[in-house]
């Protein structure tokens, strides 16, 4: 399989980062990209990577890198592979890239994320990661945490 790995979006990156979109009966599962980036502007905290395999930017993430002061957890807010890469284990191994750069932080003892209540890929991925869903709903979504 190919490497997996995070790489800040830049200049460089960015507009490749704004091509990548999930498939037409996915796009209300999680917001543009477009979007994730102005949020990313708007909270400093939080930090918007491309997922990459080999040389490939094939999905996104925007995950907090310092302490959600509301809550004392570090939160994936946004997490995508693209349409053209989709069942090919990048999720997996995008996950797995965006858990172990928050574990990297030594305060990072909860890592929390969301998902739409029907997104049934999505809970089970994060599910086969550990994390538990706390019977929160926040915005709407489904809120499950991994306790580091
Ligand atoms: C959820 C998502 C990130 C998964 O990415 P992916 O690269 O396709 O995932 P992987 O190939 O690593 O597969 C992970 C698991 O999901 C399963 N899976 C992936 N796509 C699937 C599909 N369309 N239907 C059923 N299962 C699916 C895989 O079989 C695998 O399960 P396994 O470990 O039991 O074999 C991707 O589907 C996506 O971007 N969806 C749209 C946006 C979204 O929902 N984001 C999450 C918002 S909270």
Same mark, same amino acid.
């Given at each position: 399989?190919?490497?997996?790995?995070?790489?800040? %979006?830049?200049?460089?990156? !960015?507009?490749? @980062?704004?091509? *990548?979109?999930? !498939? &037409? +009966?996915?796009?209300? #599962?999680?917001?543009?990209?477009?979007?994730?980036?102005?949020?990313?502007? !708007?909270?400093?905290?939080?930090?918007?990577?491309?997922?990459? $395999? /080999? +040389?490939?930017?094939?999905?996104? $993430? #925007?995950? +907090?890198?310092?302490?959600?002061?509301?809550?004392?957890?570090?939160?994936? @807010?946004?997490?995508?592979?693209? &349409?053209?890469?989709?069942?090919? =284990?990048?999720?997996? $191994?995008?996950?797995?890239?965006?858990?172990?750069?928050?574990?990297?932080?030594? /305060? @990072?003892?909860?890592?929390? %994320?969301?998902?739409?209540? +029907?997104?049934?890929? $999505?809970?089970?991925?994060?599910?086969?990661? =550990?994390?538990? &869903?706390?019977?929160? %709903? %926040? =915005?709407?979504?489904?809120? *499950?945490?991994?306790?580091?």
């Amino acid at each position: 399989m190919a490497n997996v790995y995070l790489k800040p %979006i830049s200049d460089e990156n !960015r507009e490749t @980062c704004l091509q *990548l979109k999930p !498939r &037409e +009966d996915q796009q209300r #599962l999680v917001a543009p990209n477009a979007n994730s980036l102005e949020k990313a502007e !708007r909270e400093p905290s939080t930090r918007p990577y491309g997922i990459y $395999a /080999d +040389d490939t930017m094939v999905g996104f $993430a #925007l995950f +907090d890198e310092e302490i959600y002061p509301e809550d004392g957890s570090f939160w994936i @807010c946004r997490f995508m592979i693209d &349409e053209r890469y989709q069942g090919k =284990g990048y999720g997996k $191994a995008g996950l797995a890239a965006v858990i172990n750069q928050q574990k990297s932080h030594a /305060d @990072c003892t909860k890592i929390r %994320i969301s998902h739409v209540p +029907d997104n049934t890929v $999505a809970n089970r991925l994060y599910k086969s990661f =550990g994390f538990v &869903e706390t019977g929160e %709903i %926040i =915005g709407g979504e489904t809120v *499950l945490d991994y306790i580091v």
